[in-house]
């Protein structure tokens, strides 16, 4: 998914170049743009594909975008040597994923322009009540007075732990290091653990310490060899995890080699 959503940018691109030479500048500066904010860890661009689909959607339009799609899937078929369902089945797979993220940048950009609309009304209505109220009586206190923080002192305490053990199982996560991710699984014991926090900070000295806690591919395997797992799951797991590495691999060095591209026409 990731391979197809790379290559129906470069097509895309190629589509402007030819169709609209202002609008091919205009998604340059964008593709530019997502890279930088994702190599900042910009919370929006976690997903450099999502982000880039997305921008790249409300910056083109459906019209041209629909043009795109129909040379992306020749491009499938003639380059990539695929069935014409193959070729089909993935542009509806970037068509989904492209209104799956577009729709989320069009709220976030509601919610933005709400919050900003809240806030004028509400320093409008902080405004009148200051023209309104701005008149006191000699006998009455300053506003400083009147608005003067408490100093009482709040604090709050914790007294126990309580713990819920689930079964643990193999995940799905490819950003794992080394061997088998692991996950938590539905199922748990329903009789909680009750710990003193003291006790509990005690046992926990090594938490702020990443290097203390990340597990070895040999912790990782007997881990879930004493829950259970069966070995063929392990295994399953463990390939599905180096797939996916593979495939984000690959879309890296073809995201760089854009860049590097783009960064030659500017």
Known sequence: NHRETTIFIKVLLKFLSVRDSKMYKEAKRVILSCLKKNDEHAPEYQ???????????????????????????KYLREKESMSASQAESAKDQVAVKAAVAYSALIRRNQMRR????????HVEDEEQKFRSDRTFSCSSPP??????????KRSIKFDKVTIREYEVTAGDNPSCSSGVPIALGWKYNPVDKEVAIDEYEKCNATRGNSNAIQLSAEDRYTMLAIHGVPNSQITEAHEECQ?????RRETINTLIKLRKTLDNDT
């Open 47 to 73: 997903s450099l594909s999502a982000s880039l689909l997305s921008h790249l959607r409300k910056l083109i339009g459906g019209s041209f975008w629909k043009e795109a799609e129909i040379y992306f899937v």
């Open 114 to 121: 709400a919050l900003v609309v809240k806030n004028l009304h």
């Open 143 to 152: 506003p400083s007075i009147l608005f003067l923080p408490s100093k009482r």
């Open 243 to 247: 797939r996916v590495q593979k495939e």
